[in-house]
């Protein structure tokens, strides 16, 4: 009993528990319904939110452009303002240029100077050589001339004598066969020329002897004469400045008849008015020298500051096209490493053209000195080949081959200066070629390097 009892319980718990989950389930219908509504009403709110949306990315969107805008300008003119200095830049460079080629043309002036200084320098010597060459002959003439006149003037002495001695005892034979008539007697007189001579004295001595001696002196004159115009056509080739002294001779002996002493103290003046105004000419030579060639110091160093300066420009202009390269969209990859490379070679032309001048500089000096040794071996030469030629004339042997010893080592030396002469002057004109040989191609190039990508953002912006 207790049994069906415990059974019957057990049964009615079931049942409630079952009664109470039917009403639960009813409750969750219920609940089910009003999740349904809600979802709906979300839904609605969804699509008010998408529209809202769109509304606000069309404001963005014309912002953006706007901003887009003012960026790109700002961008071009940063990027034309950098290729006006690069412009500006360029033209400095090409000033440069323009005054390293003027100062090369100034310098080689310079040099043509100072060859014709030099060749005036050696015409100068020569004509003094010449001169004094002359003036000795001169001398030499006039101690000639002088003796003869002594010679002459005792001769005529003693001619004059025996002439008066045979004159008078002619007359006096006369006299005694005719007394009233005047007597002329012709006496043929022999001079120291050869060539005899007729005089006509006429009743005294005296007469004779003077009439005798005007014929002399005019004979004298008239050989003197034909002497110096002789003297004229040979020295006109040589010196003007010779013809000049004989000229003024003549006149001297033209106003000067009576006397022989007025005429050689006359020539004596001229020759040292020759000599005084012919020494100071060649020391204004060497200061014109030396001036032309502190001038071309200066001229150099001027060079090399030129130089400096464009390498100072040069580096701008590397500053300035790495600016542009970072402010530029990126170019194709195969333009980079070119660029690079030209500015590197443009660089490099430079600090080789610094490097050429220095060159040009020191070959320039030593040139300069080589031209003064040559000048002062020429020096040395010329006394010792005189030298020379007397000791052969006096057949002294030890002293001939010291002097032989000498002057070949001076032609050694001559030679070894002379091939150094050339050495330099090869390297002197291939640097002066490669001074003047235009280099701005490098430069164009990196401008139309440059230029290429910016023409083409222009494009694909407009």
């Given at each position: 009993m207790e049994f069906v009892n415990k059974y019957i319980n057990n049964s009615n718990t079931n049942n409630i528990t079952t009664a109470t989950s039917t009403t639960t389930t009813t409750t969750t219908t219920t609940t089910t319904t009003t999740t349904t509504t809600t979802t709906t009403t979300t839904t609605t709110t969804t699509t008010t939110t998408?529209?809202?949306?769109?509304?606000?990315?069309?404001?963005l969107t014309t912002t953006t452009t706007t901003t887009t805008t003012t960026t790109l300008l700002l961008?071009?003119?940063?990027?034309?303002l950098l290729l006006l200095l690069l412009l500006l830049l360029l033209l400095l460079l090409l000033l440069l240029r323009l005054l390293l080629l003027l100062l090369l043309l100034l310098l080689l002036l310079l040099l043509r100077r100072l060859l014709r200084l030099l060749r005036l320098l050696l015409r100068r010597r020569r004509r003094q050589r010449l001169r004094q060459r002359l003036l000795r002959r001169r001398r030499r003439r006039r101690l000639r001339r002088r003796r003869r006149r002594r010679r002459r003037q005792t001769r005529t002495t003693t001619t004059t004598r025996t002439t008066t001695a045979t004159t008078t005892t002619t007359t006096t034979t006369t006299t005694t066969t005719t007394t009233t008539t005047t007597t002329t007697t012709t006496t043929t007189t022999t001079a120291t020329t050869g060539t005899p001579t007729t005089a006509t004295t006429t009743t005294t001595a005296t007469t004779t002897t003077t009439t005798r001696r005007r014929r002399r002196r005019r004979r004298r004159r008239r050989r003197r004469r034909r002497r110096r115009r002789r003297r004229r056509r040979r020295r006109r080739h040589d010196d003007d400045d010779d013809d000049d002294d004989d000229d003024d001779d003549d006149d001297d002996h033209h106003h000067h008849h009576h006397h022989h002493h007025h005429t050689t103290t006359t020539t004596t003046t001229?020759?040292?008015?020759?000599?005084?105004?012919?020494?100071?000419?060649?020391?204004?030579?060497?200061?014109q020298l030396l001036l032309l060639l502190l001038l071309l110091l200066l001229l150099l160093l001027l060079l090399l500051l030129l130089l400096l300066l464009l390498l100072l420009l040069l580096l701008l202009l590397l500053l300035l096209l790495l600016l542009l390269l970072l402010l530029l969209p990126p170019p194709p990859l195969q333009l980079l490493p070119l660029l690079l490379l030209l500015l590197l070679l443009q660089l490099l032309l430079q600090l080789l053209q610094l490097l050429l001048l220095l060159l040009l500089l020191l070959l320039l000096l030593l040139l300069l000195l080589l031209l003064l040794q040559l000048l002062l071996l020429l020096q040395l030469l010329l006394p010792l080949l005189l030298l020379l030629l007397q000791l052969l004339l006096l057949q002294q042997l030890l002293q001939l081959l010291l002097l032989l010893l000498l002057l070949l080592l001076l032609l050694l030396l001559l030679l070894l200066q002379l091939l150094l002469l050339l050495q330099l002057l090869l390297p002197l004109l291939l640097l002066l070629l490669q001074l003047l040989l235009p280099q701005q191609l490098l430069l164009l190039l990196l401008l139309h390097l440059l230029l290429l990508p910016i023409i083409n953002n222009f494009?694909?912006?407009f």
């Open positions: 998408t529209t809202t949306t769109t509304t606000t990315t069309r404001l961008l071009l003119l940063r990027r034309l001229t020759t040292t008015t020759t000599t005084t105004t012919t020494t100071p000419h060649p020391q204004r030579l060497l200061l494009i694909i912006y």
